[in-house]
C-alpha cells in the first residue's frame, strides 16, 4: 500500500499511446522527428521521469526551457539531444557547453559568448534562430535574423542547427488564418537555409492540424501528457482526422482523506465565512490547497473523487488544505484515497475540468503542481 500522503501516478502506457498516435500523424516519406517538450518539471509530471520513458519510446531528442534542466538530466544519465527552447544569457555558455546542449540565439554576444566556451572545451555547440512572425516573443525580424545566421556561419565552434518560429493563436482558433500567415512568413525567411540546417515551428496543436508545418521537428508538448491545447483543437482534430487521433491523460493526482468534522447547521466552513451549511454535513480535510497547486479559484466550485464518488469543495481552498463535503459518500473514512485529478470507479476528474472551475488553462493545472510531491511511473 502507499503510504504516501499526497502523490502523482504517472501512466506509462498513457503516454506511449500518445507518442504513438502522434508519430502516426507523419507522412510516411517525411523525415520529421518528434520531440516532446518536457520543460516545466515535464508540465507537472516530473522531469527525468517523463525523459526516461520519452527514451523508451524512440525519442531522441527532447525539449526543455533552461540550462539548470539540461544539467538534472545529464547527472541523471540522458544522452538524447536537449534543445533549450527558453532564452538563455551570455554567462551560461560554459554551462551549456558542459552539459552538450542546443540553444536558440538571438544577440551576437551570446554567439562570442558560445564560441568562447566551446574553444575551451575543444568542442562545438549547435545554436537555433528564432525567426520573428507574429508572436512577437524571444524572435528576431528575419532582416536581423539573417545576419545572426551569418554572424554563426562565420564563427568557429558554433554551428547552426536549426532555425525557428512559434505560432501565436493556433490552440485557440477553429479558423486559422493567422497561422498560415505566419507559416508563410517562416518559410519565406527561411527558404535558403541549408538542407541540413533543420527547420521547425509545430507545437502540439500544429502538428495535429497542419502538415505543412511538421518541416523537420515538432515540439510536441501538451499533447504528449493526453491532453487537448484546447477545445478547439479537439473540434478541429476530429474534423482533420475523423475521430481517428485518441490522447489518453498520463497523470493522476490523490491525497487522503486525513479528518473528519460533523458541522451543525448554521455553521461556517472554512476562511471569510465564505461557507455556511444549511444542513449538518460531514465534513473531510485534505492536505492540498494552493501552495501545492491545488488552485484557489476552485474554492466553492470544484468537485474531487471519494470513493468514486464527487465531493464538492467547501469554502475557500487554504495555503496547505481543503475542506470537502462528505455527508452523502457512506463510508466515507480516515485514510481513504482522494483523487484531485483523474479515475475513480465510474468516475473521472481531468485536469480540464479543474481548469474551467478555476478560470484557466489545463497547461497550467499540471504544471503547478508541486515538484516535491513523488511522481509514481505505473505500468
Known sequence: MNDQTTWVEI????????????????????????????????YG?????????????????????????GKILRAHGVTARLYVVGPTFPDEAPAIIAADLEVVVFSEAQVRALAEAAGAAGATVGVHVKIETGTHRQGLPPVQAKALIQCISDTPGVVLAGVTTHLADVEDETEHTFARTQLERFERATADV?????????????????????????????????LWPSRET???????????????????????????????????VGYGRAHRVSSDRRVGLLPVGYFDGFDRSASGKGQVLVQGHRAP??????????MVDVTDIEGAAVGDVVTLIGQDGDEYIGATELAEWSDTINYEIVSRIHARFPRIVLP
Open 234 to 268: 479537439r473540434i478541429s482534430a476530429d474534423i482533420v482526422h475523423k475521430g481517428a487521433l485518441s490522447l489518453a491523460p498520463v497523470l493522476s493526482w490523490r491525497t487522503r482523506l486525513i479528518q473528519l468534522t460533523e458541522v451543525k447547521k448554521g455553521n461556517y
Open 313 to 322: 469543495i467547501l469554502g475557500r481552498i487554504c495555503m496547505n488544505m481543503t
Open 11 to 42: 501512466s506509462r502506457s498513457a503516454l506511449q499511446h500518445n507518442l504513438s498516435g502522434l508519430r502516426r500523424l507523419f507522412d510516411s516519406g517525411h523525415p520529421s522527428t518528434l520531440a516532446p517538450v518536457i520543460k516545466a518539471n515535464a
Open 194 to 226: 541549408p538542407a541540413e540546417v533543420w527547420r521547425h515551428c509545430a507545437s502540439s496543436a500544429a502538428h495535429i492540424l497542419f502538415p505543412s508545418a511538421r518541416w523537420d521537428m515538432v515540439r510536441v508538448g501538451i499533447a504528449t501528457y493526453g
Open 45 to 69: 509530471h516530473g522531469l527525468c521521469a517523463i525523459a526516461d520513458a520519452c527514451i523508451e519510446c524512440g525519442c531522441d531528442v527532447l525539449c526543455i526551457n533552461e540550462v539548470e534542466e
